[in-house]
Structure formats: structure tokens, C-alpha cells
T-cell receptor
Framework: GNSVTQMEGPVTLSEEAFLTINCTYTATGYPSLFWYVQYPGEGLQLLLKATKADDKGSNKGFEATYRKETTSFHLEKGSVQVSDSAVYFCALSGTSYGKLTFGQGTILTVHP | DTGVSQDPRHKITKRGQNVTFRCDPISEHNRLYWYRQTLGQGPEFLTYFQNEAQLEKSRLLSDRFSAERPKGSFSTLEIQRTEQGDSAMYLC??????????????FGSGTRLTVV
């Protein structure tokens, strides 16, 4: 079956540091890949997506590239802010109706 | 468009009691999903509706769980004879028919269930 593995957390960074959160997946066919973010006390928000190999999703300074050869979709940001502190989830959709399989989440804390 | 609404936000219940949660999707969204998220884990798929038809149910959805979407608008998720292991955040999401499902969808803020 489909699965998503995220890097172990939590991740603690200083403001303006470079961020990478690793995500690898196992799936049959050609899934769509997503990063969702969950701020404290809020629901999941779609951060970015990529629907085919070599696509780059980007939003709010975050980027991730769909790498089929390495089955990866790593999240990056060049300069994090305190307001980026949240839980980040990598997910894939391998069905026509959009059923999502999530990773376990990575807690990011950014200090001033 | 007020987003996906879930009610209640929090529910505390005694073991063995029945609980029901409600989800109001974004209007005209014909796809509706339920997920369960336990502490420290990612959400897990429970079930999917297209309009009023329930098209897939996860094996996580035991006989004690039932979901409905009677008129293709709001949905309810009922848990009978709750157990402590049912304590989790229950998330609802919806997406519109014109957008491919592969493009992702909108989640509500969830209902946090605590079984004591």
C-alpha cells in the first residue's frame, strides 16, 4: 500500500535559518504529492502541491520538488520566520477521488 | 464561503456513551472526507462521500462508527459505545467537483474527542 515517511522531529531553528524537512514515499502509479501545515489550534492547510514528476510546488517561500527517481518530496525554505512554527505533514494522493496518506508530521519551532 | 465547519470543537464523553459530530462542507463541494488524527500522528483516512453516496470506508471504521451524508450537504459521524482508544481529533474535508481530487482539498478545524 501507499506510505509516507517524514524525517524525525522536532526541528528547532533560529530565525532566518535554512529549513529542510525530508519526505519520501512509497506508492504505485503516479501519485500527487502535498505538504500541509497545521498551526497551533488550527486545522490543516494546504501549503503546496505537485501533481507530476519534476513539478515544483511553491508557496509563502516554501518549495518542494517531486522527484520520482528518489521517491522524495523534500520541503525547503531559505529563511524561516517565527511565524513558520507549526507542524508540517507530507502527504500523497494515489486515488482518483483524492484519498490522502499522510506522514507522521514534523514539528518546527523557530526562535527569534 | 465560510470554509469547512465542524461542530462541536471539543467533546468530552464517558466511556460507553454515543457521540455524534457534524461537518458542514463548503457549499457546492460534492466530495466530503473524514479523517482521524491521534496525538503525534498524521491524519488517517476514515471515509469518503461523493454527494450522498459513501464510496469508501477504511477498515479503521469499525462497526461502532457510522457516517452519513443524507442530502449530499452536511455529514455526521457517529461513534457508538465509545472507548478510550477513540480519543482523537476528527477532521472533515471537502473539495469541489470542478477541481481534480489530486489537487488537494480544504480541511475543517476538527472535533477533538476525549473519552474518559
Amino acid at each position: 500500500g501507499n506510505s509516507v515517511t517524514q524525517m524525525e522531529g522536532p526541528v528547532t531553528l533560529s530565525e532566518e535559518a535554512f529549513l529542510t524537512i525530508n519526505c519520501t514515499y512509497t506508492a504505485t502509479g503516479y501519485p500527487s504529492l502535498f505538504w500541509y501545515v497545521q498551526y497551533p489550534g488550527e486545522g490543516l492547510q494546504l501549503l503546496l502541491k505537485a501533481t507530476k514528476a519534476d513539478d515544483k510546488g511553491s508557496n509563502k517561500g516554501f518549495e518542494a520538488t517531486y522527484r520520482k527517481e528518489t521517491t522524495s518530496f523534500h520541503l525547503e525554505k531559505g529563511s524561516v520566520q517565527v511565524s513558520d512554527s507549526a507542524v508540517y505533514f507530507c502527504a500523497l494522493s494515489g486515488t482518483s477521488y483524492g484519498k490522502l496518506t499522510f506522514g507522521q508530521g514534523t514539528i518546527l519551532t523557530v526562535h527569534p | 464561503d465560510t470554509g469547512v465547519s465542524q461542530d462541536p470543537r471539543h467533546k468530552i464523553t464517558k466511556r460507553g456513551q454515543n457521540v455524534t459530530f457534524r461537518c458542514d462542507p463548503i457549499s457546492e463541494h460534492n466530495r466530503l472526507y473524514w479523517y482521524r488524527q491521534t496525538l503525534g500522528q498524521g491524519p488517517e483516512f476514515l471515509t469518503y462521500f461523493q454527494n450522498e453516496a459513501q464510496l469508501e470506508k477504511s477498515r479503521l471504521l469499525s462497526d461502532r462508527f457510522s457516517a452519513e451524508r443524507p442530502k449530499g450537504s452536511f455529514s455526521t459521524l457517529e461513534i457508538q459505545r465509545t472507548e478510550q482508544g477513540d480519543s482523537a481529533m476528527y477532521l472533515c474535508a471537502s473539495s469541489e467537483p470542478r477541481t481534480p481530487a489530486s489537487y488537494g482539498y480544504t480541511f475543517g478545524s476538527g472535533t477533538r474527542l476525549t473519552v474518559v
